[in-house]
């Protein structure tokens, strides 16, 4: 069995991903309501964050209480076949999750697996040179009960979601902000994904008007039956 996957995204009304000051508390406000088990991200979206810190207010509204028997935050998945992200102890102090898992594939250095093991950083192989992203969100839920992904990630990494049919929900929010400079990044990146020609219809779920003029719209791969 595959978990549900949600993509969900902040954009400019020009269609960036970054480069204009997005609405994160309603952003992640919103993301909650799916009480998603596991948060889904690319090595790029770790690398490309301006910083890691925690504020310090974060940490005590995130922390569970320690009366709670079974602790609800979800895990945080990053796919790194590449080897690439070497801050785990500091994503390891976020408090809005409650543990980290790797996915790397067959070609993942050797190196980088013993850095893992290293660090107590779980992980799932799954895949030759990439991650075979079914595979290993099968394997994540059989190991971890995981039913419900929200992918927080970039262009790169959603197409190789929406590519492999594993998406049952796109959902934006957009700002009216017009962010210009380079057409880049964006949600959805098929050419750097190595999908050139990707192109997914969606059948539309929801559209709902929010606080500062913000849009926020729902839809499912029309692949999916409604």
Same mark, same amino acid.
């Given at each position: ?59 005590? &509204? ?5 009366? !709670? ?7 945080? @998945?990053? %796919? #790194?076949?590449? /080897? ?48 075979? &992203? ?5 394997? !994540? ?7 419900? @992904?929200? %992918? #927080?990630?970039? /262009? ?71």
């Amino acid at each position: 069995m595959e978990p549900r996957v949600i993509l969900h995204t902040a954009t400019s009304l020009d269609g960036r991903i970054t480069n204009f000051p997005a609405d994160l508390e309603l952003y992640y406000s919103l993301a909650a309501r799916w009480n998603p088990d596991a948060i889904l991200l690319g090595s790029s979206t770790i690398l490309a964050a301006p910083s890691l810190e925690v504020p310090a207010e974060h940490r005590e &509204m995130f922390e569970p209480q320690e009366t !709670l028997e079974h602790d609800p935050r979800p895990l945080m @998945v990053v %796919a #790194d076949s590449k /080897g690439k992200i070497r801050c785990w102890d500091t994503l390891r102090t976020w408090p809005y999750m409650r543990d980290l898992v790797a996915f790397c594939s067959a070609t993942t250095p050797e190196e980088y697996l013993d850095y893992l093991k290293e660090q107590r950083i779980d992980t799932i192989i799954a895949g030759e040179d990439q991650v075979d &992203m079914r595979a290993a969100l099968q394997d !994540l839920h059989r190991q971890y009960g995981v039913r419900v @992904v929200r %992918a #927080d990630c970039g /262009g790169t990494l959603n197409s190789v979601l929406l590519k492999t049919g594993l998406v049952s929900e796109v959902s934006v929010l957009i700002h009216p902000f017009l962010a210009g400079g380079a057409p880049d990044a964006t949600m959805f990146d098929p050419h750097r994904a190595g999908v050139s020609g990707l192109q997914v219809p969606l059948r539309h779920l929801a559209t709902e008007m929010l606080a500062n003029g913000i849009v926020w719209v729902r839809y499912a791969p029309a692949s999916l039956s409604s």
